[in-house]
């Protein structure tokens, strides 16, 4: 059914389409796009009402005995379990690092629950879990917690991972998707689509001439660079499920603001749009899982792009639009062409068990 | 293989089988038992090495700019989603929330990932969601950042549910379950086996005259009472997956210490009792969802137990044993007949699935 079949009237806005309409879960409930937000802001938000999970962002803000904390999770089900450039277990640390980095937080520790399908190869689990050690020695955060379970064969498939993390706010700083104000620049720290193709690509068995290698990285770092630039930032996000797209079209509707960006300046490997072609998706929607957006007023726009491109996982970082006013919170673009497009919310499931 | 089989002779005591006997997971390593163990020793603890880790209590501590926070995270996989008692939803607030209690911590909030099937009944998951509401509300605790996957049909069951806490540990209090001492009192808080044994007659549609109903509560309230009452409390632990056995046996181990238990002392519904009896099961290695076991001095024993039996929760307490030194690290039971028992860890996987 087509947005227009629902007659759909706000598609950058709210949710217009019913839970009802879907009496049972979806792959695309869990792909980051529209049917997600559907779900958390049609059941999951109204059932765990609370002022911190309004915030709808990357992590929830507890304050506990004076200090700031940031608090996230993310459960990690990609298959398959190792890809070109990285595994579920790096995958997990590296995601969650992420989520308290885009509140502003330094990564502190993290919890780790295991849920493995009976007859999984005990290699391939110390596989994980040797990577997931590593990526957290990398990073500098301690695994301090854990749980497994185990289900049968057929009830699960091979490792689940959730990852928690508990991290410390900056002083002063909070972060927000609501903040985006008309005149702001859009930046994103490198070129889109790595991930998802790189998934995508060993799923479909395809060999490119050039491999596709996920961007799977931790991104305090170059967070904390960006920061310390002092420059005037609002809005961090990394675009993970739903890609670009998706996340700019969330920014857009928590700041009741449009986008206008430039389809050339967007970064994209030649490999990556290749790939993309053939199997005709959209890399404005495939997965990043070490790349991040930055909102931030106009004039300081430079020394942020300044600040990423002097950075390891930011020499590609461009510029690639702007803010402005749009009751609509439509999100468009400039095309390589000269024309101009909408770029929507992603309606269906485009890559399940990206992540 | 029996543990003679398999040459074992410290059964109280380290995990002497390798991992390298099972090439694959088996349900058992996820059971509670010695495999769980195992896996947890053998495999997850030296790869995550590191301090608040190796503690191997039902959570870390974490001190942040000052402030003692408490840790902890648990994956909920129960079959079936909805049993006499609860549902996977409030026992999985109940769980993590009791997690954190043990630790001597006030929970402050919960994060909340969800993995779910396609296909899964949406008001099936409505049910949960609620219930998790529900229960969050009644602790008091906000479930305040979340996520949510979906996975392909016969990829996962229904709802896997993994929630992890936050807590603020009371001024100057460390529990740890190393710090039994010789002399020390033995305590439960109630009748033991009942969560266990709910899931299992719905499991095997067993209809006994007096219904079986889960006992998942959230303890934090019964744990502010114990040591509210300023008895020298040493441990604190809930009988979850392998069931009083199990976590006696770990305290005992943690702590190098044996311990003899009364079995006339230990509270079991006659229902109960009767349905382990039927289905050839001992209730000490039943899972609980609502109890906890207090190892304290034995002269404040009299005044744990007074606070317990004060409380809704804790109407049943009873003081069923004493530690003792043993180099074995033994844990004993005298019977009902006059006999003495060791009252081994649980070598298999008695009950799949029980949280």
New interface residues.
Partial sequence: MSDEERGDPAFGGSCPVP??D??????????GGRL?QQ??EG??VP??D?E??AVLHD??L?E????R?A???????VRPLFFPGGDIGSLAVHGTVNDLAMCGAQP??L?????????????T??RV??S??AA?AAVGV???????????Q????GV?I?T?G?G?MREGLTLSGDAARPGDAILVSGAIGDHGMAIMSCRESLAFEAPIVSDTAALHGLIAAILDSGADVHVLRDPTRGGLATTLNEIAKQSAVGMMLREAAIPLKPAVAAACEFLGLDPLYVANEGKLVVVCADADAGRVLAAMRAHPLGREAAIIGAVHADADHFVQMTTAFGGRRIVDWLSGEQL??IC
């Fill in positions: 839970l009802a879907y009496p049972t879960v979806q792959l695309a409930h869990g792909g997600s779900l958390i059941l999951l059932a765990f609370n911190a999970l992590g929830a507890l506990v005995a004076g200090a904390l608090f996230t999770t993310d459960s990690y089900v502190l520790a919890s780790c629950g295991l849920i493995l399908e009976e007859g999984l190869e005990m290699a689990l110390a879990v040797a997931m050690r957290a301690p695994i301090v917690t854990g749980d497994t379970k185990v289900v049968e057929g009830k699960g498939d689940f959730t928690t508990v410390l399940p068990r």
